[in-house]
């Protein structure tokens, strides 16, 4: 009874497992013939020279990425480049590079009728040729093998596949290939990142870019612009950075995304250069403009310089800010720093800082948080100018945790110079005393407010509009050619004679 017994759960095992593979087969094979009508979208964007189709496939690339295996990626190159046996063998080598000691088996065909696999019409022979003889499709198979490099953590076969696939793109000028060509810088530079040695590219991404610039090429113009200029800031060159700015345009027509990475650029430039308020705007429009369901540590990264530099500017962040779930634990360090800031307590910010400071400057916002000891101390001579009609520099100095009355004397003038308090110094007697509060309604502040509500509304509307997009080749749809149009006016002619021949004759 017990061997019945033992023979059925071996059994079962053999079915479950089969059934297992079954299905992996399936998504497999499901994955490629995606892949397969990518490539087709690409041929049809190429034949019919509309750049939207294109874009529709990089839309989609990020799905077919998390589905990418060893597997998927050797029947693509063998479906491909059979007629291509150097480029076959290449292409092939990168993929074994990258296989994990699981993948055994992966050499052994396997044909529909062994495996269960769902038969599929293979395009012919002629076909596959002429489809990879086309520069986009040759970029987009290289494109999916880089990326499988990428995932699989192998960086040294990587990097020379990334550099055939630039090199690639570097001798063809086709308009076509823009969108292509700039997902191709992008993760050129991603690799040799990956690999430490980004700062090695850099001649390369300025020739790059004064040849995308010359051939009006929008979205690469604005892929490397900001390849540059995470360059610059990856080893703190913020004053490079800055003339980079000046003196190249960003495109209006590039993609939403690049638009957000540009002005998180700019943001931490022109907040490491003091200007905090339009480090502001810039990094807030960034957060608006990211994607709001995905790209999370982009926005975790925004976010950080954003409430560093809302503290600067003596401003409190919204608490729903922190109690976003994905955005949550990343900010905990800075939901520390905004308490200790509001308390105004200085004792309580070294506190933070001590315990956080490794993890402030990995994140490169060290150099900011500093500065935040002035806001600090002001915040608390606010309060105690509130609790206090009047007190000593004595216990100001005491409260503030200072080294001398002396220093908080000079520090309680300066806040009075600022307009953060309204008080007088008594010097002789060695007290500061704080007059009467002004009603708030009564001064300009109410209208300063409103007016830059109003202004960011004004600016979103406008953004809006830009960022409006039609249908290509749609507006002269109902518009008459000039033929048309001279055999209307020789129309309208005849008419009027025969008119004027009818009135005659009456």
């Known amino acids: 009874m017990v061997e019945i017994n033992d023979v059925e759960m071996k059994e079962a095992d053999q079915a479950t497992t089969s059934n297992t593979t079954a299905t992996s087969k399936d998504a497999n094979t499901l994955t490629l013939d995606d892949i397969k009508e990518q490539v087709r979208t690409i041929e049809k964007a190429v034949n019919s020279k509309e750049p939207r189709y294109i874009l529709r496939v990089l839309r989609a690339l990020a799905s077919t990425r998390k ?79 880089l990326l499988y490099l990428i995932d699989r953590n192998a960086l040294k076969p990587a990097l020379d596949c990334a550099k055939r696939l630039v090199d690639k ?18 993760y050129y530079a991603r690799i040799f990142e990956l690999n430490n040695m980004l700062d090695t590219i850099r001649p390369f991404l300025h020739s790059r870019l004064r040849t995308a610039t010359l051939r009006n090429d929008f979205e690469g113009t604005a892929v490397l612009i900001n390849l540059l200029l995470r360059n610059y800031l990856h080893y703190n060159l913020y004053s490079q950075a800055q003339k980079l700015v000046l003196k190249s345009v960003f495109p209006d027509h590039a993609s939403n995304n690049e638009w957000a990475r540009y002005l998180y650029y700019l943001g931490r430039i022109r907040a ?22 995905t790209a999370i540590g982009f926005r975790q990264d925004a976010h950080k310089f954003l409430i560093t530099v809302e503290l600067l500017l003596g401003d ?37 800082l001590d315990a956080f400071s490794d993890r402030f400057q990995r994140e490169k916002t060290w150099s900011l948080i500093i500065r935040l ?82 202004e960011f509304c004004l600016k979103v509307h406008n953004e809006a509009v830009k960022a409006m997009r039609y249908p290509p080749k749609k507006y002269n749809e109902d518009l008459e050619t000039a033929q048309e149009r001279r055999e209307r006016e020789q129309e309208e002619l005849e008419y009027a004679k025969e008119m004027a021949d009818d009135e005659d004759d009456f």
């Open 316 to 352: 409190i962040p919204d608490k729903a800010t922190f109690q976003n779930p994905q955005l949550k634990r990343s900010l905990d360090p800075y939901y520390q720093l905004t308490l200790a800031v509001r308390a105004g307590d200085l004792g309580r910010f070294k506190e933070v």
């Open 169 to 186: 793109t570097s001798v063809l000028n086709r308009r076509t290939l823009d969108l292509l060509a700039a997902k191709c810088y992008f």
């Open 373 to 454: 000891r002035h806001n600090v101390i002001k915040t608390g001579i606010k309060m105690i100018s509130l609790s206090y009609a009047k007190i000593s520099f004595s216990d100001v100095a005491r409260k503030l945790q200072l080294d001398s009355p002396e220093d908080a004397e000079y520090i309680v003038a300066k806040a009075i110079r600022d307009g953060v308090i309204e008080a007088t110094i008594n010097h002789e007697q060695g007290y500061v005393q704080s007059r009467e509060m002004v009603d708030v309604y009564t001064t300009r502040e109410p209208m300063n407010a409103f007016h830059q509500r109003i």
């Open 67 to 145: 589905r990418l295996n060893e597997e998927i990626v050797r029947r693509l190159i063998s479906f491909y480049y059979g007629s291509n046996p150097s480029e076959k063998e290449s292409l092939l080598g990168f993929a074994h590079s990258a296989a994990q000691p699981m993948d055994v088996d992966m050499e052994k065909p396997s044909t529909p009728a062994a495996t269960g696999e769902k038969q599929t019409t293979s395009r012919p022979q002629t076909s596959r040729t002429r489809a990879v003889a086309i520069p986009e499709v040759d970029l987009y198979i290289h494109l999916i093998v």
């Open 272 to 293: 490491m250069q003091l200007e905090y308020t339009k480090a502001h705007q810039h990094l807030l429009t960034a957060t608006r403009k990211a994607p709001q369901q």
